[in-house]
T-cell receptor, first 114, second 111 residues
Framework: EADIYQTPRYLVIGTGKKITLECSQTMGHDKMYWYQQDPGMELHLIHYSYGVNSTEKGDLSSESTVSRIRTEHFPLTLESARPSHTSQYLC?????????????FGPGTRLTVL | TQLLEQSPQFLSIQEGENLTVYCNSSSVFSSLQWYRQEPGEGPVLLVTVVTGGEVKKLKRLTFQFGDARKDSSLHITAAQPGDTGLYLCAGVTGANSKLTFGKGITLSVRP
């Protein structure tokens, strides 16, 4: 079944730890995105990719980094987590070639940094 | 920065009532999308409106895109508890498919 997966769903870690949030999709989509979502605030785009070896920073500045070595995989890494990184992180993908194509979202990773 | 203002921010109604919520901007969008997000899940697309003045119906949900393609409304007829969730509107500009999201409307429908 075509889908988009995120792991872990919940993560509580201490300040200074390195973490990687995983995102995989089985739909063969070229475009993938990472958003940050906080209560009562807009979803903010922090990273996106239009294909393998393509990554761009989004509208919201983030200390995280991403990689796109395989079409289906778009992990996000924080080298040294801080309490200000506490948030919900949503991964999404969409077809290429269609402006305004539907974005398919994963269930999210809720990150808490103590 | 293009902003999408959604109103009201919170809405709590009784089952069977009708409601209308809004998504407004000073910017023109090539299209506008509405998503619904349930707790613990990612947003799911409900509809995309493209043409100014367009009206789309999805069962009890009616979506309208403003003539100037700057605003949109969502009307729900005879709301049900299953309609409870966070409703997000997102504007599309340019050919790069990036979305600009509003803050969302939290809807609670009481049985």
């Amino acid at each position: 079944e075509a889908d988009i997966y995120q792991t872990p769903r919940y993560l509580v870690i201490g300040t200074g730890k390195k973490i990687t949030l995983e995102c995989s999709q089985t739909m063969g989509h070229d475009k993938m995105y990472w958003y940050q979502q906080d209560p009562g605030m807009e979803l903010h785009l922090i990273h996106y990719s239009y294909g393998v070896n393509s990554t761009e920073k989004g509208d919201l500045s983030s200390e995280s980094t991403v990689s796109r070595i395989r079409t289906e995989h778009f992990p996000l890494t924080l080298e040294s987590a801080r309490p200000s990184h506490t948030s919900q992180y949503l991964c999404a993908s969409s077809e290429s070639g269609l402006a305004g194509a539907e974005q398919f979202f994963g269930p999210g990773t809720r990150l808490t940094v103590l | 920065t293009q902003l999408l203002e959604q109103s009201p921010q919170f809405l709590s109604i009784q089952e069977g009532e009708n409601l209308t919520v809004y998504c407004n901007s000073s910017s023109v969008f090539s299209s506008l999308q509405w998503y619904r997000q349930e707790p613990g899940e990612g947003p799911v697309l409900l509809v995309t409106v493209v043409t100014g003045g367009e009206v789309k119906k999805l069962k009890r949900l009616t979506f309208q895109f403003g003539d100037a393609r700057k605003d949109s409304s969502l009307h729900i007829t005879a709301a049900q508890p299953g309609d409870t969730g966070l409703y997000l509107c997102a504007g599309v500009t340019g050919a790069n498919s990036k979305l600009t999201f509003g803050k969302g409307i939290t809807l609670s429908v009481r049985p």
